[in-house]
Nanobody, 122 residues
Framework: QVQLVESGGGLVQAGGSLRLSCAASGTIFRLNAMAWYRQAPGKQRELVATITPGRSTNCADSVKGRFTISRDNAKNTVYLQMNSLKPEDTAVYYC????????????????WGQGTQVTVSS
C-alpha cells in the first residue's frame, strides 16, 4: 500500500524560497510518475507540477519559471523547489504517485498524505 509523507513547508516572506519533499513507499518508485498539488483555503485542490519516470516535467502556468519538480529514485523522493514565492502560493501542498500520468493529471485519488503547509506573507 502506498504511503506518502510530505515535508519542508513553513512560513516565508514573499520572494523567498522553500524546498518541499515527498517520500513514497509501498510502490516501485522509479517506474511511476509523480505530481505535486496544492489546496488553498476555500479552494479546490489543483495540480502544480508533474514528473515522469523519464524525468520529463511540466508545471502549471501559475508557477512556471518559479517552481521546479525533481526526483531522486535512490531515495524514493520527489522534490518541489519553490522560488520567488508569492502570497497566492499559500496552500497545503500534497504529492501523489501513479503509473498513469493521465490519472495524475486528473488527481482523483482516495488516498492523500498529510500534506505540508506553505504560508507566504506579504
Amino acid at each position: 500500500q502506498v504511503q506518502l509523507v510530505e515535508s519542508g513547508g513553513g512560513l516565508v516572506q514573499a520572494g523567498g524560497s522553500l524546498r518541499l519533499s515527498c517520500a513514497a513507499s509501498g510502490t516501485i518508485f522509479r517506474l511511476n510518475a509523480m505530481a505535486w498539488y496544492r489546496q488553498a483555503p476555500g479552494k479546490q485542490r489543483e495540480l502544480v507540477a508533474t514528473i515522469t519516470p523519464g524525468r520529463s516535467t511540466n508545471c502549471a502556468d501559475s508557477v512556471k519559471g518559479r517552481f521546479t519538480i525533481s526526483r531522486d529514485n535512490a531515495k524514493n523522493t520527489v522534490y518541489l523547489q519553490m522560488n520567488s514565492l508569492k502570497p497566492e502560493d499559500t496552500a497545503v501542498y500534497y504529492c501523489n504517485v501513479d503509473s498513469s500520468l493521465e490519472r495524475l493529471l486528473r488527481g482523483e485519488y482516495d488516498y492523500w498524505g498529510q500534506g505540508t503547509q506553505v504560508t507566504v506573507s506579504s
